[in-house]
């Protein structure tokens, strides 16, 4: 592809010093140029040095030298684009600078720059690099060649390797530039030589060698060799090579690129893709990319092309194809930017047809490929579970046809700029309205309106994405009042648009409303398109509302941070007078127009999101906008038009259920209302306020084109992926408009309504009552009850809402609903305690609310007196005993400890106890209640329940570390202290429940320790018959533990292993600790292991050990 000639004018300068732009410096005195340099300055542009000499049979030597002269390039801002990335930030200067910064420190040095030499159209020169930070002083030689006004080529010394020019070879340009007078001038070499005679020149060739044998003298000797050899080529060839004497007429006339740094840095960035700073420099190229064909410089096309067959060498791209993921999220975004680049390259209003047509091929030739990414940025189909490829998803959805990053550029070859009226809105045409019927004769053939009834023209020709592509082509290119006329002819067809809409909308407004349903009749959404139509536009009337001094970055400034832009109103030349309208106006309508529209919420994870993030881009770009009383008055006016707008509004009375909400739109809306309309600012936000995809009832409309997929998938909330997102959006609405409405109970109320109508997510509705009980209790003023009322509300619904379904967050909310509570007053604590079985479980209501209401903190909060200390106990005490009736093992412990000031409700939760224990009260809930018995001095009451939670216990013989054994033992000592009736009643229960014998053994040797201060009873005689002959409770206790060694004896043994040989020994000697407990208890012991070795006695190993050790 032969990159076409750039199409720009170069600024003039005079041979005096200049400044970075080529104006004349401060206080120097303009001169007038002279023909012979006007003249020489087109040449020196547009012609290559052989087509002058060829055209001309003599050229004076002064004429020749004011054309080599103009030759070199004459504004910074070229310079700077080849030696620099687009702005960076104040953190690049400390670290060195960029090449074009480095470059103009060096040229400030005194004596930096030296030795130039412009011979022809090749500069060069040496630069000196001042010593540094322990470096040397280093000298650094620099030749630049150079063509119409292009520098195609350089060399340094210094070795540098990258895309762009080093400081050296820009110190020794901006030296050129700045002071062009200083350099010493000498024609092309070739007109040197062509002066001498056979003498001198064989005198300058020997000078040159000797000068330089070390390196020349081989080439010269073969040169020499050459041409001696009567038939060798150079022979046959006339005249000589002169790289001083410019490019020929067939060379390619482009600015010097590095294609071979380009395609290796791209290539590493890529690999680095998982680095923030390697998606920013590649960001940081596309805006090279573009700057280049804002400059309509022909490199623009050749850069984007060597990127864009790096980025399809990607590795990437064939592993995740391949395992069928999607892209990072940074590599979408780096796709999306490179399609668009390649729209606007390819909508070049002055492209050559052979540049079109080469691009196409190349288009084609990528789209084709396997691992081409799709638009949506995935190979595959998103919705979860799914690992079918995207192609067959899309033709499930109707046959869609397979979309990549390049789709769009390959179909906009199609598109041309020859129509007449598309040429008339380029020049700026108008129609008076008197004029207007002849035009409308003109264009009949057309069958399009062309201007509308104010004589502007309008553009029906395209969609609105592909008219804004045309305009950001435009601008892309340098045609800036171009772009802005066409911008403007579109923003009046969607005027007219609109108002046709409207208009259908108010004759069919009845029928729709009594349907309740409506359509979408936009399939693709202006917001979150790959093309950016609004964006585009908004950019585009905002450049034109900058002033000259706020304009692009001075590029002498490049390291500065960047400034918040000024705008200003500049009238449109096609507005009526006195209208006041100007693109200012333009860009805020036309930005309202594309975020109020309603559009269907895209398919896929990374539509979705871009959907968001483009729309919050866009908001952020109108926040830098001032609201004054113009664009105010125009705010008011669209968000009236959105609420009117039927179907095509998302502000619209009805919106489909998947339509993308309006939340962070009607935010902003809110937040620039307010001051200026407050009734419109709240209506607009509770009207947006709705997510109908959350809605379980709702009426299928026709979504265009329409989901075949809707008829089977009935649930289709997976589908929106971002639907967390929105909701927080949804709630940070309705944060704002709360934090509004403080103190006006009206809104207050109203946005309380549409809060619990529209949002349905717990978390979220906790969140807002928390917002709204911080903004009613401010720290150095009294709270808002009216607002705090509200927050109550929130957090009953968000504890109805979170009763009877799994919250990790519950506690927390109980919690901080008791602290609001107590906020209001004690009425609304009473008013909570009271309906205590709508909002807490009986756990909840007992532990921490009724807990915290009679807490001696919220007495001294809520300063109450005795009397109304008394009330709220009493209802705490109420609550307690109802908690304990529903939830008796869980709830009872609280409630009597919540009761212990009143012997009547204290006698009521214990008959509670007692009752449940028939109902199913668990052994260890009854153990801890009869702990607290004890603790409060009730041993009694301890030893009845002791009694009940036994006899619903059963420890096994195995279970000697159960977790009741503590309890068994706690309520042995506990009877034991009390008697020995009250002992015999609790043996037969222990024996009953209780079958390990390690945990009897236990309770035997503790019942035999000598009585504990205080005691009544001890266990002297507790072993022996009574005296009418019958066991005591203790000798039942000894027959039961060594009842139950044997069995567990016996038990083990039938399924022990060799290597429980030893813990079965250890037992046995527990055992006989437990027999010699009792008087014969060493014969029964005796008889015991005789048995054993009887019965056992095929297990000899085991029997050995057993009489080792027992005999």
Request: hydrophobic content about 40%; some cysteine; proline content about 6%.
């Amino acid at each position: 592809m032969e990159p076409p000639a750039a199409k720009r004018r170069c600024t003039a300068v005079s041979s005096a010093p200049a400044t970075r732009d080529g104006s004349l410096r401060h206080g120097q005195k303009c001169r007038v140029e002279s023909l012979l340099d006007l003249s020489a300055k087109r040449v020196a542009e547009s012609w290559a040095f052989e087509q002058v000499e060829e055209r001309f049979s003599r050229i004076p030597e002064p004429v020749q030298k004011r054309i080599v002269f103009w030759s070199f390039p004459r504004s910074e801002r070229e310079i700077c684009m080849y030696s620099s990335l687009s702005c960076q930030g104040p953190e690049v200067d400390r670290e060195g600078g960029i090449p074009f910064q480095k470059g103009g420190k060096l040229l400030e040095t005194p004596g930096a720059v030296s030795r130039v030499l412009q011979v022809g159209f090749h500069l060069s020169g040496t630069v000196r690099e001042p010593a540094s930070q322990g470096e040397p002083e280093r000298v650094f030689r620099v030749s630049i060649s150079f063509d119409r006004c292009k520098i195609t080529s350089v060399t340094c010394s210094c070795g540098n390797r990258d895309i762009f020019y080093c400081g050296h070879v820009v110190a020794l340009s901006l030296h050129r530039i700045r002071w062009a007078g200083q350099v010493e001038l000498r024609l092309p070499i070739s007109e040197t030589l062509s002066q001498m005679n056979r003498d001198q020149l064989q005198k300058f060739v020997q000078y040159l060698i000797s000068e330089h044998h070390t390196q020349v003298l081989p080439t010269a000797q073969r040169l020499a060799d050459d041409i001696l050899q009567l038939g060798s080529e150079i022979n046959r060839l006339n005249g000589a090579p002169d790289p001083t004497a410019g490019a020929g007429i067939q060379d390619e006339n482009c600015w010097h690129l590095d294609e071979e740094q380009v395609l290796q840095q791209v290539k590493q960035l890529l690999s680095n893709g998982g680095y923030y700073g390697a998606g920013k420099q590649l960001q940081s190229m596309f805006n090279k990319v573009r700057e280049m064909l804002r400059m309509r410089d022909s490199n623009g096309a050749r850069m984007l092309t060597l990127m864009t067959e790096q980025f399809m060498e990607d590795p990437r791209l064939a592993l995740w194809r391949q395992q069928g993921t999607g892209m990072t999220d940074k590599c979408r975004q780096l796709w999306d930017e490179l399609g668009a680049l390649w729209v606007c390259v390819v909508l070049n209003p002055h492209a050559k047809p052979e540049e079109r047509a080469s691009w196409l091929q190349l288009l084609t030739k990528w789209n084709r490929l396997d691992v081409c990414p799709l638009e949506e940025g995935n190979y595959i189909s998103e919705t979860p579970g799914s690992s079918e490829p995207s192609l067959r998803h899309s033709q499930a959805l109707g046959g869609a046809v397979r979309q990549t990053v390049f789709g769009r550029a390959i179909r906009c070859w199609d598109l041309h700029w020859r129509d007449p009226h598309l040429q008339r809105i380029l020049r700026g045409d108008t129609c008076t309205p008197g004029s207007q019927g002849a035009l409308l004769k003109r264009d009949h053939a057309e069958k399009t309106l062309t201007f509308d009834p104010q004589g502007r023209p309008v553009w029906l020709g395209e969609q609105l994405p592909t008219a804004c592509a045309r305009v950001d082509a435009l601008r892309s290119h340098g045609y800036s009042k171009e772009a802005l006329r066409l911008a403007g002819a579109v923003v009046h067809t969607l005027r007219l648009q609109r108002r046709h809409q409207l208009e259908t909308f108010k004759q069919q407004k009845k029928e729709l409303l009594q349907k309740g349903v409506t359509s979408i009749s936009n399939p693709e959404g202006w917001v979150g398109h790959p093309l950016d139509p609004i964006g585009c536009l908004v950019r585009t009337f905002l450049e034109a509302c900058r002033s000259e001094e706020d304009g692009p970055l001075p590029y002498s400034e490049l390291g500065c941070e960047l400034k918040k832009p000024v705008y200003s109103h500049t009238p449109l030349p096609s507005s009526p007078p006195g209208s006041g309208e100007s693109y200012f106006m333009l860009a805020l309508e036309v930005a309202l127009c594309g975020l109020g529209q309603q559009r269907a919420m895209p398919e896929g994870l990374y539509a979705q999101d871009k959907v968001v993030r483009a729309e919050e881009q866009l908001i952020s770009l109108l926040a830098d906008i001032p609201l004054e009383d113009r664009l105010g008055q125009l705010l008011r006016r669209q968000t009236q038009l959105l609420l009117e707008g039927g179907p095509f509004s998302g502000l619209g009375e009805l919106v489909h259920r998947e339509s993308v909400p309006m939340h962070t739109f009607a935010r902003f809306l809110f937040s620039s209302l307010l001051p200026i309309d407050p009734e419109l600012a709240y209506k607009v936000s509770l009207r947006a306020m709705r997510l109908p995809v959350l809605e379980s009832q709702f009426q299928h409309a026709d979504l265009l084109p329409l989901n075949p997929l809707d008829l089977v998938v009935t649930n289709r909330f997976p589908r929106w992926f971002i639907l967390g997102h929105l909701e927080t959006r949804q709630c940070e609405l309705a944060s704002t408009m709360l934090t509004a409405a403080k103190g006006d109970p009206k809104w207050l109320r109203t946005v309380l309504g549409s809060i619990q109508q529209n949002i349905h997510s717990p978390a979220l509705l906790f969140k807002l009552a928390q917002d709204a009980c911080k903004a009613a209790t401010p720290p150095s003023s009294a709270p808002d009850l009216t607002l705090l009322n509200v927050a109550l509300e929130l957090g009953l619904q968000v504890m109805r809402m979170t009763l009877n379904t799994l919250n990790w967050r519950r506690r927390e909310m109980v919690r901080w609903l008791v602290s609001c509570t107590t906020e209001i007053g004690m009425g609304a604590l009473i008013s909570v305690m009271q309906g205590w079985y709508a909002l807490f479980t009986p756990v909840e209501a007992t532990s921490l609310v009724a807990l915290t209401a009679t807490s001696h903190a919220t007495v001294l909060r809520l300063g109450l007196d005795y009397a109304q200390r008394e009330e709220l106990g009493g209802c705490a005490r109420t609550l307690a005993l109802q908690c304990a009736m529903k939830d008796p093992q869980n709830c009872a412990l609280p409630a009597l400890t919540l009761c212990e000031k009143d012997h009547g409700a204290f006698e009521a939760a214990y008959q509670i106890v007692l009752d449940s224990t028939a109902t199913g009260m668990g052994h260890a809930h009854l153990f801890t209640i009869a702990r607290y018995m004890e603790h409060r001095g009730l041993p009694l009451r301890a030893y009845k329940l002791a009694k009940l939670a036994l006899s619903h216990l059963s420890i096994s013989y195995n279970q000697d570390t159960h977790p009741a054994v503590n309890d068994v033992l706690w309520a042995c000592s506990l009877s034991h202290s009390l008697g020995k009736n009250e002992l015999a009643a609790l043996v037969p229960l222990v024996i009953k429940s209780v079958q390990c014998a390690p945990v009897l053994s236990d309770i035997l040797r503790r019942w035999s320790l000598p009585p504990l201060p205080g005691r009544r009873n001890s266990g002297k005689g507790l072993l022996s018959s009574g005296s009418d002959g019958s066991k005591t409770p203790l000798c039942q206790m000894l027959e039961a533990a060594i009842g139950a060694y044997v069995n567990t004896t016996h038990s083990r043994l039938t399924h022990i292993s060799p290597r429980h040989y030893g813990e079965f020994i250890e037992f046995l000697g527990k055992a006989r600790d437990t027999f010699l407990m009792a008087p014969d208890g060493h014969i029964q012991f005796g008889q015991f292991i005789e048995n054993l070795k009887q019965t056992y006695k095929g297990k000899k190993k085991l029997m050995l050990l057993v009489r080792e050790r027992f005999g």
